[in-house]
């Protein structure tokens, strides 16, 4: 792709994207008066397009391709059920937030939301560091022509460092945003990256030479000494 066109691409995305989360965050809550919202959105929104432009001059091949996002681009069908339960259930955590702020307040502590988004921070740098690391690292589950096993830098870790970032992320949404309620959804968010990842593994294991092994030397799939 034209470098021009990608880079309009691929900010029309990054802030069109955001502008969706923003829309998700306030319109429940009926309000702007929600500062939770404010500092999450803020540093979702500078993250993002900080990463944006990194990989537009470090890696734009693989920015161009993580642009292709959303069921329709998963070969496989367990995979587009999996992405719309992981839309549907994510959406939802974004809302529910708002509509909570709205009937009841804030219900967490100050200090406590910056702690989770000082966690937020870390999920969105590991899925940053995972990426820089993995050229491979689209957001549909595919084999690229003359793909390889990636087993350094996080790889080397965990199986699955983009997954484990993002479940940071999810763990850290809820209270960043002074929600209890949305931590119920928590559960189903981490019980569908567990089975994208788990099939993803049995689809990669049957086709990407190289892959049985790196699962045999790298043994812990999202997180370290523990699974």
Not at 25 to 42: K, M, N, T
Not at 81 to 104: D, F, N, S
């Amino acid at each position: 792709m034209d470098p021009k066109i990608l880079r309009r691409r691929a900010l029309a995305w990054t802030v069109g994207w955001q502008l969706i989360l923003a829309l998700l965050l306030f319109l429940p809550a009926g309000s702007l008066r929600f500062w939770e919202a404010w500092v999450y959105w803020i540093l979702f929104f500078l993250l993002t397009l900080l990463g944006t432009f990194y990989f537009l001059k470090h890696d734009p091949a693989l920015l161009e391709s993580r642009l292709q996002f959303g069921p329709a681009g998963e070969p496989e069908k367990s995979q587009r059920i999996i992405q719309v339960l992981a839309i549907t259930l994510g959406c939802v955590m974004w809302v529910v937030p708002g509509i909570e702020r709205r009937h009841h307040g804030s219900v967490i502590p100050g200090p406590l939301v910056l702690v989770a988004d000082a966690v937020l921070v870390v999920g969105i740098l590991i899925t940053f560091l995972a990426a820089r690391e993995n050229s491979y690292a689209s957001r549909v589950v595919e084999v690229k022509p003359g793909q390889r096993v990636v087993s350094t830098g996080p790889y080397s870790i965990v199986r699955h460092p983009m997954y484990a970032g993002s479940l940071l992320l999810f763990l850290a949404t809820p209270p960043a945003l002074g929600s209890l309620w949305a931590l119920v959804l928590v559960l189903p968010l981490s019980a569908v990256i567990v089975a994208r990842l788990l099939d993803e593994e049995r689809y990669l294991s049957k086709n990407l030479p190289g892959y049985k092994e790196y699962c045999e030397k790298v043994r812990y799939r999202l997180i370290p000494y523990v699974w």
